[in-house]
């Protein structure tokens, strides 16, 4: 079974620029959380889509918006970009299930922006 | 804001085994204690779970204490590629995944 996978890598972008990260889940996983991850702060809950809808949300700017599409893929795009939005972006999704009731996030590799 | 409260870092000697304890005392009845770890790097990895009972699986035990307010992560026989840092979360089914600092763990030959 494939894994999480992010989409793009590696990338630089210039302050003021937007940027779109996309993220494929596992194969029948309905739930797709964003993180934000830079040295100061540690791993921080950016957003929880599921079904298409926004269930949850963290303390970012509105410049961090973020859709998931019928197939679960999802993307999250930050407008305006600043110095401060370099980090490693990691994607997880999850199959949330009353009667599996498990629940575990899977990783995916991350999209590590650099803005300049 | 995370509900855990972890040790920053901790040595385990290779072979030995490795004992993360992660301190919640104000969990919910209905909240599940979650461990994963992250390798340099990489994307955090899933270990274990569970609500009451003591787990056990390949990787690794999870020890609940009985007022749940505590827990320990025990990895058996720690090699060096399970130096990382390790993250204790609670969470409520369905509810966001709040990490918090994690304990770095330092597998030394």
């Known amino acids: 079974k494939a894994g999480v996978t992010q989409t793009p890598r590696y990338l630089i972008k210039t302050r003021g620029q937007q940027v779109t990260l996309s993220c494929s889940p596992i194969?029948?996983?309905?739930?797709v959380s964003w993180y934000q991850q830079t040295p100061g702060q540690g791993l921080q809950f950016l957003f929880e889509?599921?079904?298409?809808?926004?269930?949850n949300k963290g303390n970012f700017p509105g410049r961090f918006s973020g859709r998931q599409f019928s197939n679960s893929r999802s993307e999250m795009n930050v407008s305006t970009l600043e110095l401060g939005d370099s980090a490693l972006y990691l994607c997880?999704?999850?199959?949330?299930?009353?009667?599996?009731?498990?629940?575990?996030?899977?990783f995916g590799e991350g999209s590590r922006l650099t803005v300049l | 804001d995370a509900k855990t409260t972890q040790p920053t870092s901790m040595d385990c000697a290779e072979g030995r085994a490795a004992n993360l304890p992660c301190n919640h005392s104000t969990i919910s009845g209905n909240e599940y204690v979650y461990w994963y770890r992250q390798i340099h790097s990489q994307g955090p990895q899933y270990i274990i779970h569970g609500l009451k009972n003591n787990e056990t699986n390949e990787m690794a035990s999870l020890i609940i204490t009985e007022d749940r307010k505590s827990s320990t992560l025990i990895l058996p026989h720690a090699t060096l590629r399970d130096t990382a840092v390790y993250y204790c979360?609670?969470?409520?089914?369905?509810?966001?995944?709040?990490f918090g600092a994690g304990t770095r763990l330092f597998v030394k030959a």
């Open positions: 997880a999704s999850s199959f949330p299930s009353r009667r599996r009731n498990t629940g575990e996030l899977f």
């Open positions: 979360i609670v969470r409520v089914q369905g509810f966001k995944t709040i």
């Open positions: 889509y599921f079904s298409e809808t926004q269930r």
């Open positions: 194969s029948g996983h309905r739930s």
